[in-house]
Every structure is written in C-alpha cells, then in structure tokens.
C-alpha cells in the first residue's frame, strides 16, 4: 500500500506547540513511523501546505518557518506549497480599535484540491492528512467515494472536529507517539553512550556556542537550542543539525554545556568562559564587553 501525506502547515504546527511545546519533530522520521503505523509498505509523498509570513509578522515566527520549509524541501518525496498571507484589519468589539493581522488564503482549499486530484489519478492507496480543521472534511469524503482510505493525524484531540473523524478511516493521536519520530530532547542525556566523533568538532561547537552567547548577550537575548541547532552559521562545525545535536549532547554530558529554560524555550550556554584568544577575539564578544562597561559605569 502506497501512503501519502498531506500537511496544513500552520494548524499542524500550531497543534505541535500547544501539545508538545519545545519538541522538534524529525518529518522523515514522522514519514517512515506513519507508513509503518497505518500498515503500509511505501511512502508515495508528503505535501506540506503553508502560508507565508509577511514584514507584519513576528521576525523569528518568519525565520522558523523559512529554516523549516528549507529543510522539508531538502527531504526526497517533500513537496512544499506556499502561499501569501493577506494582511487585513479588524475592529475590536470591546475598545473599537483597529487590529491589522494577517491570514492565510487558499492553504486548505489547494490541500483538498490536491487531495482529490492526486486520488483520481492514482499516486497513492491511503492517505494521511495532518489537520484537525473541518475544511478538509470534503477532500476526505472524495477518497472514501473512491475506495482510499484517509486518517487524520493530530496531537492528542484539542480542537478536533468530531465530524471530521466521522469522514476519516481513523484518528491517529501523534502525541502519544512524539518519541518514535521527535528529535531527543537535549535537557536529559542521551540513551546508550553517544558516537564518538573527532574532538576538534566538539572544539568548534564549543566556540560557536560562545561566539552565538556573545552575539545574542549583546542585544539582551539567549541562544535558543533549536536556532543553534537548525540555523546558526558556524565556520567548522558540521551543518547537518543531528551531528551538531549529538556534539552537544557530548558537550553536556561532560559538563562544557547546558541547557536552561527562557519563556518556555531551550536555551543553551557554555558553561565555560568567554576565552577565545586574542586572535579569535570577534566583533560580538567586543560589544558584550562593552555593554559590560557601560552597566558597571553605571552602578558607579
């Protein structure tokens, strides 16, 4: 049985933060484990919807996502589809202000369509769609005309549509399955021992990390784990993100690193001090210094 998955990118993701709030899922994990689950034996493509942040939009809502789609893109058998955000303004019933947001359009409609579309074509046998949104109730019902069986796929049951399990096969719940396809959370220690790995990596890892803590200290921020992992852009550090997490898991199980919490967030710091030579001395350790300066001339 070929198995294809559909994704509405922001309700998916959404439901991840509510359930789940800073696990980070590995997708090609989630793809083998859900063709594995519903007992099929190929995986026939995943076709992830989303919209597309605008200027108005949070700028680190825009960067998660854009590192987000970036990897799915680089995976074989992920299509990504994107789509504008339209900005539009409401009026607030209670202080009759005017609230300027924006919204998505065309996401679930292109996701049925494409649903439908590829179901008459014969690309797959089931489907497993990753919503809870009633909207794609009618894409569901076209499959099951067709004899293809489609699940649903959410973390736990917030917010679903009981008339939409109504038209699925069935309901997967995800969260109770996080662990078989969710990277490793780095505040515990990893199960079995780690793979060793050359020692100038965990070397290099160590400096970005303090080169990251110095950049980010400057502005009055933290280094989040995920944007270290996914994002940061290192000078010889390996840019696969679960060569750089086990080099960090190494780091913390020897005491170089830690993790702590910032506003629900993983944050990461060296537990070592801030000595990168003076020939390596960057730019973003000078300006700490020198915010350093300004708070002790301050206190004088």
């Known amino acids: 049985m070929r198995v294809a998955l559909f994704f509405d990118g922001k309700n998916h993701m959404k439901d991840l933060r509510r359930a789940?709030?800073?696990r980070w899922l590995d997708h090609g994990a989630?793809?083998?484990?859900?063709?594995?689950?519903?007992?099929?034996?190929?995986?026939?493509?995943?076709?992830?919807?989303?919209?597309?942040?605008?200027?108005?939009?949070d700028q680190s809502e825009r960067h998660a996502l854009s590192d987000l789609l970036e990897e799915l893109?680089?995976?074989?058998?992920?299509?990504?589809?994107?789509?504008?955000?339209?900005?539009?303004?409401?009026?607030c019933p209670h202080?009759?202000?005017?609230?300027?947001?924006?919204?998505?359009?065309?996401?679930d409609t292109?996701?049925?369509?494409?649903?439908?579309?590829l179901g008459m074509r014969d690309a797959?046998?089931?489907a497993v769609v990753f919503s809870g949104d009633l909207d794609i109730a009618p894409g569901l019902a076209a499959l099951s005309a067709m004899g293809k069986p489609a699940w649903i796929a959410t973390f736990g049951d917030f917010g679903l549509s009981r008339s939409?399990?109504?038209?699925?096969?069935?309901?997967?719940?995800?969260?109770?399955?996080?662990?078989?396809?969710?990277?490793?959370?780095?505040?515990?220690?990893?199960?079995?021992?780690a793979p060793a790995a050359p020692e100038d990596i965990d070397r290099e890892i160590v400096r970005e990390l303090k080169r990251a803590e110095a950049h980010f200290l400057a502005g009055g921020g933290f280094v989040g784990a995920h944007y270290f992992i996914h994002r940061w852009k290192g000078h010889a550090?390996?840019?696969?993100?679960?060569?750089?997490?086990?080099?960090?898991?190494?780091?913390?199980?020897?005491?170089?690193?830690?993790?702590?919490?910032?506003d629900g967030k993983t944050a990461l710091r060296s537990r070592e001090p801030f000595d990168l030579g003076e020939e390596e001395e960057t730019v973003e350790l000078r300006e700490v210094e020198s915010v350093l300066r300004k708070v002790a001339q301050a206190d004088e």
């Open 20 to 22: 789940a709030q800073d």
């Open 30 to 57: 989630l793809a083998r484990w859900i063709v594995d689950h519903v007992g099929g034996e190929r995986f026939a493509g995943a076709w992830y919807y989303t919209g597309v942040p605008t200027a108005q939009d």
């Open 73 to 91: 893109e680089k995976r074989p058998g992920f299509y990504v589809r994107r789509f504008n955000r339209r900005a539009t303004t409401r009026e």
């Open 95 to 107: 202080c009759a202000q005017i609230i300027s947001y924006t919204e998505e359009k065309m996401v």
């Open 110 to 117: 292109s996701l049925v369509a494409d649903l439908i579309l």
């Open 124 to 126: 797959f046998d089931a």
């Open 164 to 193: 939409l399990v109504r038209q699925a096969w069935s309901h997967i719940d995800l969260l109770a399955h996080i662990e078989s396809f969710a990277h490793p959370t780095l505040g515990e220690a990893a199960q079995g021992p």
């Open 237 to 262: 550090i390996p840019d696969a993100p679960e060569a750089r997490r086990q080099a960090i898991q190494r780091l913390m199980e020897a005491g170089q690193v830690e993790t702590y919490q910032v």
